[in-house]
């Protein structure tokens, strides 16, 4: 029994019904029933978790978030951290990070990676790490890909938080489990592969508003290409460095 669990998963129902949110599901049946697996998500919103792991609950099933360690500074998140089997991650030393997820996995947990590892200002997808592909080859366990649309018009990067928006439609999907076979680069490109598909899939059936922020440009909106993207997160991680390299004694 996880009763801090279980609270969040009744508060977050009751905040997606008391601001009209509209979450759809398609595939929720390829979530394996029981066992491990790894699930991988795209990564556009601060809140895409949340219809996720709904999602999962429909299912009969709770995700073992991975969470940069940063968060464990603020007391509340910390709490539910150690209260949720939720994988706190060093991304200076991730190694322990690791081991603890292959373990949950092997113990029969649904571990949720974002491969992209950060938000995607372009809402298409970066670059994957490699850490979910490899912790479902260490820990034999399938790669279950899983999209989230529309939770980036809530709360996303560089834009105001809309959490009180009401009607905003949010779709989730889930792709074929992916076998733990194979070499790292060739069970990457499958899961690159299946993400797109499923991604693109997603999209066509999402009612965009032509010219709007939250639109991918491919898609006729206003979001940066994702070469642009690349080049403000340059200039973000530059800063910091700018920033960290001054605090140094």
């Known amino acids: 029994m996880e009763p801090v669990y279980r609270t969040l998963e009744i508060a977050a129902k009751v905040a997606v019904k008391a601001t009209g949110t509209r979450i759809s599901y398609q595939g929720l049946d390829r979530i394996p029933a029981s066992g491990g697996a790894v699930v991988a998500i795209n990564h556009t919103s601060y809140v895409d978790f949340l219809p996720a792991a709904l999602g999962a609950h429909r299912r009969g099933r709770r995700l073992r978030f991975m969470i940069k360690a940063e968060m464990q500074e603020v007391r509340a998140v910390n709490f539910l951290i150690k209260r949720t089997a939720t994988i706190p991650v060093d991304r200076r030393a991730g190694a322990d ?13 649904l571990v949720a990676v974002y491969p992209e590892a950060t938000i995607s200002r372009s809402f298409e997808l970066k670059e994957f790490k490699t850490g979910a592909v490899r912790m479902a080859l260490d820990a034999q366990v399938p790669v279950v890909p899983l999209i989230v649309w529309g939770a980036h018009r809530l709360w996303t990067k560089d834009h105001p938080r809309a959490l009180g928006r009401r009607n905003v439609p949010i779709a989730v999907a889930v792709g074929e489990p992916i076998a733990p076979v194979g070499e790292v680069a060739d069970l990457q490109a499958e899961l690159r592969t299946s993400m797109t598909t499923l991604l693109h899939r997603v999209q066509e059936d999402y009612r965009h508003e032509p010219g709007a922020y939250w639109v991918p440009r491919r898609l006729g909106g206003s979001a940066p290409t994702p070469a642009q993207a690349r080049q403000i997160e340059e200039a973000e991680l530059a800063e910091r460095a700018r920033r960290r390299a001054e605090r140094a004694p």
């Open 97 to 109: 990070a690791y081991a603890a997820a292959v373990a949950a996995l092997r113990a029969g947990e």
